[in-house]
């Protein structure tokens, strides 16, 4: 299985801030990698899809890099509302489909 | 609009049986693949089983493998999980999610709310 790490595990930062999450893969998965928020006792929402293609309705502060093994999620201005769990995904092995272990995203 | 909705959770005993279900609307359900992600509490997403448009193809998360089967219903927009031999490990909120083909890459989009799975004595 393609194994998916992402870092930080956790993070605290402040409103206004710019955060960036990283993920990588244990091989490459070209543009195979998805990003989700989730919030306590809510379903995942995808953010962003193929590696930089922001989803519908998502706000522009949102965006997504990288190819291959290494990607970012980075949000360029912390709102309230995105204090949350984030979560990346490889779609390239549809047989064994892998998130990352999530980055719990905190107020500090 | 496009909506999934998971039932059929609740409180089983080791070793017993569970059928989820997922009643998909808002979209051709007959055209989209089909997955099952859960979630322990307090802990992340796994990737639980997929299956293809017409039913004609699965896979599975090596830690259900011979235990829980994935099926669907394309006349009834419905998806299914059926769980076998439950274990303690298994207590999740179970999520299905449509399976959204862009042409070369693939992403869940939208995902149900999520249904309770607990197994206990």
């Known amino acids: 299985d393609i194994q998916m790490t992402q870092s930080p595990s956790s993070l605290s930062a402040s409103v206004g801030d710019r955060v960036t999450i990283t993920c990588r893969a244990s091989?490459?998965?070209?543009?195979?990698l998805n990003w989700y928020q989730q919030k306590p006792g809510k379903a995942p929402k995808l953010l962003i899809y193929?590696?930089?293609s922001l989803q519908s309705g998502v706000p522009s502060r949102f965006s997504g890099s990288g190819s291959g093994t290494d990607f970012t999620l980075t949000i360029s201005s912390l709102q309230p509302e995105d204090f949350a769990t984030y979560y990346c995904?490889?779609?390239?092995?549809?047989?064994?489909?892998?998130f990352g272990q999530g980055t719990r995203l905190e107020i500090k | 609009e496009v909506q999934l909705v998971e039932s059929g959770g609740g409180l089983v005993q080791p070793g017993g049986s569970l059928r989820l279900s997922c009643a998909a609307s808002?979209?051709?359900?007959?055209?989209?693949?089909m997955h099952w992600v859960r979630q322990a509490p307090g802990k992340g997403l796994v990737w639980v089983s997929r299956?293809?448009?017409?039913?004609?193809?699965?896979s599975y998360a090596d830690s259900v493998k011979g235990r829980f089967t994935i099926s669907r219903d394309n006349a009834k927009n419905t998806l299914y999980l059926q769980m076998n031999s439950l274990r303690a490990e298994d207590t999740a909120v179970y999520y299905c999610?449509?399976?959204?083909?862009?042409?070369?890459?693939?992403?869940?989009?939208?995902w149900g709310q999520g249904t309770l799975v607990t197994v206990s004595s």
């Open positions: 999610a449509r399976d959204y083909y862009g042409g070369d890459e693939n992403w869940f989009d939208p």
């Open positions: 808002g979209f051709t359900f007959s055209s989209y693949w």
């Open positions: 299956i293809n448009s017409d039913g004609s193809s699965t």
């Open positions: 091989q490459s998965i070209s543009s195979y």
């Open positions: 193929a590696a930089s």
């Open positions: 995904q490889q779609s390239y092995s549809t047989l064994s489909i892998t």
